[in-house]
């Protein structure tokens, strides 16, 4: 198994930037890509960005291209999710994920969740 804890969200104004975090333990050496969902009140998980562990090939929802930037530090077994020009509508619940395989038989991690509040 892989266990995945999540760090640095918060509350911040609008416009404004965090940096979040995500620790991957255990059974690392399987993990094929990492990424960040999002879950808003009353909304389904969503998808945000996604990298692949080797190549640090990088994905990301239209929603947030060009404002968040997911990278990889494989020496910490950490992904980060830097987020810009932060929007109200940004304010979710962030969940890390980690994946061990491309396609539909990947086995998928998730992480307990770090609270993002925007205010306007």
């Known amino acids: 198994q892989v266990q995945l804890v999540e760090s640095g969200g918060g509350l911040v104004q609008a416009g404004g930037s965090l940096r979040l975090s995500c620790a991957a333990s255990g059974r690392t050496l399987g993990i094929y890509a990492m990424g960040w969902f999002r879950q808003a009140p009353g909304k389904e998980r969503e998808f945000v960005a996604r990298?692949?562990?080797?190549?640090?090939?990088?994905y990301y929802a239209d929603s947030v291209k060009g404002r968040f930037t997911i990278s990889r530090d494989n020496a910490k077994n950490t992904v980060y999710l830097q987020m810009n020009s932060l929007k109200p509508e940004d304010t979710a619940v962030y969940y890390c994920?980690?994946?061990?395989?491309?396609?539909?038989?990947?086995?998928?991690?998730w992480g307990q969740g770090t609270q993002v509040t925007v205010s306007s």
């Open positions: 990298i692949t562990w080797s190549l640090g090939i990088t």
């Open positions: 994920s980690s994946d061990s395989a491309p396609g539909p038989a990947s086995t998928r991690y």
